[in-house]
């Protein structure tokens, strides 16, 4: 079995987990989780499986597992571990420290505020590696727990800070500016949408200061760095580098060159504006009216503007996010490297999990529809043809998307590991889907298909236009 073969072993345990009955109206999580030893052989469990209540971990390392040394081993569990639990309860990243396994999968983020990424944190801190599931896995577990996610979410917006520590980085008040230098309007209509009223009421000043979007300086209300940066009128004069610098090129001359700053959910506004006049297009005559046709997908250009200005690094000084047109392709830098437990390679193939170093950004831009929760830009850039997807590379500090146009994307040569990362990625396939991946004819395509299945790659099954393929 695969690690995704565990994976989809764990979701199927998790949706046998049984609600525990309650005075109150919480809805606890469905979970599931397997342990893999080390000889390969495997133990699963769910939540409430042989007591109501149990956590899914307790189960599977302490009724399950009982006196077992299990060092070593593998875990893949649905959610993320709880990190705060009741004397005499150990809380379940605890246990799995305490059993000494290599490895931790987790498949989504518990948004509850005693959580929350602390138990993500708590396992790398103690040296357990810890990997996310890919996009298309999370999003199952997220529909089976749609309910519980929906209260977790409200309880960390409405959960008051209970600690005496100093907040500091982006979430601190920023000197010398006040509410007058955010935008009001922009700031009541995100209030709106979230479902609560407008600045001037009690109830919009304290869901500003739970999300840390507003705080109290000297008795006074004040922009934190988040707040300014998402909704102030001048952030720039604060945080220099906190926009996007563009750049179009033709031959060896620069056209044009502009910095977009202000608030960051008009950056990528005004950034489109500006790019899509620019970027090689040509007059599609083949339909009764008339179309403009990009060399490059636009939507896809949108997402990764987007997804650099949600993820990018604040914190690193000197450092803008860049957008370069040129005759050959499109680059897009966006300073920082990705955010634990996220590696490069799942960038480069666009399989990351959804997770973000900001996640107060992403919730912003998700409820104003400025972007998806839910990692479905990458999903749309991985059914590209191989040779339209955008080449991802590190170069500190920043992480570089390059974006072939048109008429670099004309080279066919398939490597053996672009056909590794295929069958990765397709565990079984058609014909249609090999060759739109490669971006091949259907002549193409059946010919490497018939080399790979007589050099033992891959096997056929069905018949006709119902044949598909898998790897060996």
Known sequence: ???????????????????????????SPKVGAVLVRNDGSYVAAHRGELREGDHAEYTLLERKCTAENVTGAVVFTTLEPCCERHMPKVSCSQRLIEARVRKVYIGIEDPDPTVSGKGKQRLMEAGI??????????????????????????????KKEETDEPVTGLAAVVPNVTI???????????LRIIKVKDLQSEEGISAL?????????????????????????????TFQN????????SGTQERDMQTFGGALIEQSKKLYEWYQDKIPSHIDRNSPVRQKIYDYSIEVISELVKNAIIHRDYTISGAPIYFEINDENIIIKSPGYPVEPIKLPQIQTFNAP???????????????????????????????????RPIVTFEDPYIVFTLPLTKNTRNNTIAPNDISRFLEEHPTFTRAQFATYFALSDKSAVRLINKMISEGIINASGEKRGVKYAKI
């Open 1 to 27: 079995m695969t690690d995704l073969d565990y994976m989809r072993l764990s979701i199927e345990e998790m949706r046998k987990s049984i609600q525990e009955s309650r005075n109150d109206d919480k809805i």
């Open 242 to 249: 906190a926009a996007i610098r563009a750049i179009y090129k």
């Open 129 to 158: 590696e810890v990997a996310m599931y890919p996009p298309e896995l999370q999003k199952e577990i997220e529909e089976a727990n749609k309910d519980f996610l929906q209260g977790a979410y409200k309880r960390r917006l409405m």
């Open 180 to 190: 007058a230098d955010l935008r009001s309007t922009d700031l009541n209509r995100f």
């Open 354 to 388: 959804s997770l973000s170093r900001n996640p107060l950004v992403m919730f912003v831009f998700e409820k104003l529809n400025l972007a998806e929760q839910r990692g479905l830009g990458f999903g749309t850039i991985r059914q590209l043809p191989r040779n339209q």
């Open 209 to 237: 200061k739970q999300l840390q979007i507003i705080g109290e300086k000297e008795g006074n209300l004040a922009p934190t760095g988040f707040g300014l940066l998402l909704f102030g009128k001048n952030p720039q004069f």
